[in-house]
């Protein structure tokens, strides 16, 4: 991908987990840690009621971190799959003959295509993790 396309989807991608760290993260990080310290108070607990107190409470922040890394891995493979798509309809339209300047036009707007077509889906899919970090069990 160009690099300015490759910056737009960066900087909007960057922004919604921005968002999403600051607005929903965060909150279940301070309660992941209140709830351990809690666990960590309880004096008379065996090390093992500790530890499994302690594991309990940090099992809706992995299960938060565990959606937003596969939304992101499914966003970053389907942007994947439409730049490799450009790239299959340059080369057909280089080995049919035509020249450089054109292949490059085809592949700069293809991708653009692309990007833009994927930023477009950024609002979506942040409103999609929200309602999955929202439903996450505290």
Do not use: Y
């Amino acid at each position: 991908m160009a690099e300015a396309h490759q910056a737009r989807v960066h900087v909007a991608v960057e922004e919604m987990v921005q968002s999403l760290e600051r607005d929903h993260i965060r909150v279940m990080q301070g309660r992941m840690f209140k709830c351990s310290a809690d666990c960590c108070d309880r004096s008379t607990d065996s090390m093992s009621v500790v530890h499994r107190c302690i594991e309990r409470c940090q099992t809706p922040m992995a299960q938060a971190q565990g959606q937003v890394t596969s939304e992101l891995e499914k966003f970053q493979d389907r942007l994947t799959r439409c730049t490799m798509h450009c790239n299959d309809k340059a080369k057909d339209l280089f080995d049919s003959g035509a020249k450089e300047p054109a292949v490059r036009s085809l592949m700069e707007g293809c991708v653009g295509s692309c990007v833009d077509d994927h930023i477009n889906l950024i609002p979506s899919m942040t409103r999609r993790i929200k309602d999955n970090l929202d439903s996450i069990q505290q």
